[in-house]
């Protein structure tokens, strides 16, 4: 084939006629392929894959020598060769044969590194999307088994003596259970639970793994893995691996990327736990921290609504409280403040004075020394937020209710006539927490049957909306409002004003609102059953 530089050539090269028949090789290629002589049948001499390129060469002649668009390759004694042909003009066909065994040995490795890097970027965005540790769990042992194994367990560390597990089978779905076992009965789970290095899988037995291990139908296992979860400081569980039997063994690398993964997966466990943790709490010093549910007590009927500043939140800088007396017919007494402030810094300080005004109970019957002392621990505290408040202590007296209020720089109590007329309670009161002397004065004031006392926020009173959007509610629109609850009950009077409130709000953002509603009863005149005595009447 004149004009081929075949025969210096550094690869092997091999000629042949559009008849299949070998015309000429190099040394290269008589190295590689002994058999193959000229005269010979290609088909006789090359693998299959080659013989079956030259066959396909059909190509017209005369025709200008070109190399092929697509290079084919195949394996020829165990190393990858790439097959370009050179085509003459009387058709003959020179295949050079390129060795690729170590390019593509690094081709594959690194689509093997991209596919793996695109499974831990996928698995920590799954992972990180929950902080629920159940689903955290599921999602573990479910990537792990489509990806790492033919089945995988994802063990959580020992509540009490139960040990929480998910375990799921290559295209199934988790299942959850909690198994009674001890982990130091597996070699290696104890040690993962405790956050140890991982022991090599071919020092662990497959026969070992116990029968709750091994998820039904799954047969004998032919290999093993585990390793632990790390979390934040302690373990956060442990990944179990399980291959078939019949099925290869997991190579060092496979343990190195199983380890990366569980890496993945114990961070987010962990803090997914945190997050559970840290709700729970939450939501034990929330409870302390929202207002009571107030009723009828010793023949007072009590009532109350808080809103806070922002929806999102639950407690803030308003509070109530209602402390029963501690001996039927003394006065129970009433609480409502409002802290400077908004938000859970607030709500903190707002949990310091309800604790304080509990500890001074003894002390209900004194308003003006509540105050003293209130005001004396405040000043005391790190907190340099001060508080208004007022307090009421109320008692049935026969058919009404008699109630003291006392005003710590709070706005004034509303008191709800049966006629519709609302009076202003006389009361006085710097606030607390500001200057080093407290002074009050407390007012006294008789509520009859159907009639109300309104404590409130100024939340109520400040909250702008309206036609115009910039208007406060304020006192006098509230008196107006109350005037109409002339007679209804104390739950119903605070549901009203919350509503006015809201609607003048409009959805705009507005302070902390708090109303609570302090009410004598009707009572009602029950008649002996001969209609001739007299009854007696009720609340």
């Not at 002994?34 to 390129?53: E, I, K, Q, Y």
């Not at 403040?337 to 810094?345: A, H, Q, W, Y």
């Amino acid at each position: 084939m004149p004009g081929f530089p075949w025969s210096r050539a550094p690869y092997p090269v091999l000629v042949a006629d559009a008849a299949g028949l070998l015309v000429q090789r190099n040394d290269a290629a008589q190295a590689l392929l002994p058999a193959a002589r000229p005269g010979a049948r290609l088909a006789d001499v090359v693998p299959a894959w080659l013989a079956t390129a030259h066959r396909s060469m059909r190509l017209p002649a005369p025709r200008a020598t070109r190399e092929s668009d697509v290079p084919l390759a195949g394996l020829i004694a165990e190393r990858r060769y790439e097959a370009h042909p050179s085509v003459a003009d009387d058709g003959t066909v020179a295949w050079w044969l390129v060795d690729d065994t170590d390019h593509q040995l690094v081709r594959e490795a690194l689509r093997m590194e991209r596919e793996r890097t695109s499974f831990l970027a996928k698995a920590s965005s799954i992972l990180l999307s929950s902080l629920n540790l159940g689903r955290c769990m599921d999602v573990t042992a479910q990537m792990a088994a489509e990806n790492l194994a033919d089945a995988a367990l994802a063990i959580a560390p020992a509540r009490g003596r139960r040990l929480p597990v998910v375990t799921c089978l290559r295209g199934g779905t988790p299942v959850t259970s909690q198994e009674s076992v001890d982990p130091d009965d597996v070699p290696g789970l104890g040690e993962a639970l405790r956050g140890f290095p991982p022991v090599p899988s071919r020092w662990l037995d497959p026969a070992s793994a116990p029968a709750w291990m091994i998820p039904e139908g799954f047969g004998p296992v032919g290999a093993i893995v585990i390793t632990p979860l790390p979390g934040h400081g302690v373990a956060a569980g442990a990944l179990v691996l399980l291959r078939k039997e019949g099925s290869a063994a997991f190579t060092e690398e496979e343990e190195v990327f199983a380890r990366l993964f569980a890496a993945r997966s114990g961070a987010a466990m962990s803090a997914a736990r945190l997050y559970a943790e840290q709700t729970e709490i939450t939501e034990v010093l929330m409870r302390e921290l929202l207002p009571p549910a107030l009723h009828q007590i010793s023949g007072v009927d009590f009532a109350g609504s808080y809103r806070p500043s922002a929806d999102h939140e639950r407690v803030g800088g308003d509070f109530y409280d209602v402390h029963p007396a501690a001996v039927e017919g003394e006065p129970s007494l009433v609480t409502l403040g409002d802290v400077c402030g908004k938000g859970l810094e607030a709500a903190v300080l707002t949990g310091k004075i309800r604790n304080t005004l509990h500890a001074l109970l003894p002390l209900a019957d004194d308003h003006q020394r509540m105050l003293s002392l209130l005001n004396t621990a405040l000043l005391t505290s790190h907190h340099t937020r001060f508080a208004t408040l007022v307090l009421a202590s109320a008692v049935r007296q026969g058919s009404e209710v008699q109630v003291r209020l006392t005003s710590a720089g709070h706005p004034l109590p509303l008191i709800v006539r049966a006629d519709g007329t609302v009076d202003v309670a006389d009361t006085r009161g710097n606030l607390v927490g500001v200057l080093p002397d407290v002074h009050a004065r407390t007012a006294t004031v008789t509520l009859a049957p159907g009639e109300s006392c309104v404590l409130f926020t100024d939340g109520i009173t400040e909250a702008k909306g309206g036609p115009l959007g910039d208007s406060q509610f304020g006192e006098e629109r509230l008196k107006r409002a109350l005037a109409g609850c002339a007679g209804m009950p104390a739950e119903a009077i605070v549901e009203h004003v919350q509503m006015l409130a809201s609607q003048w709000l409009g959805g705009r953002r507005h302070d902390d609102m708090a109303v609570v509603a302090i009410s004598a009863p009707r009572t009602h005149h029950l008649s002996a059953v001969d209609g001739h005595t007299r009854g007696r009447y009720t609340a």
